[in-house]
């Protein structure tokens, strides 16, 4: 059997998140999780100052992080996105 996260947001890159994707592996790790899907709210960055490119690579910042924290931490880590369309939410999985 499996236990995988798959709608996990990551502090500071989604605002409504407050742990860190560190303190969120361990967590999940502690938990018996075996995965974790990164899917903060894209685009979460209101900073009109930053290129549409510096805003993706803000976005996946928390990814990376958490691909080079599962290797010491022992949890697996997937990329995804929650996006809004016409009010709804969705969850996209898969992303590289």
Do not use: Q, W
């Amino acid at each position: 059997m499996y236990k995988y996260e798959t709608h996990l947001h990551t502090s500071p890159v989604s605002r409504c998140a407050i742990a860190s994707v560190e303190e969120s592996l361990k967590y999940y790790k502690e938990l018996g999780y075996d995965s974790v899907f990164i899917t903060n709210h894209f685009p979460d960055v209101d900073d009109s100052d930053r290129t549409y490119e510096e805003k993706v690579n803000y976005y996946f910042s928390d990814y990376e992080k958490g691909l080079e924290l599962s290797k010491t931490i022992g949890i697996k880590v997937f990329c995804g996105v929650e996006t809004t369309y016409g009010g709804t939410d969705f969850l996209v999985y898969g992303l590289s």
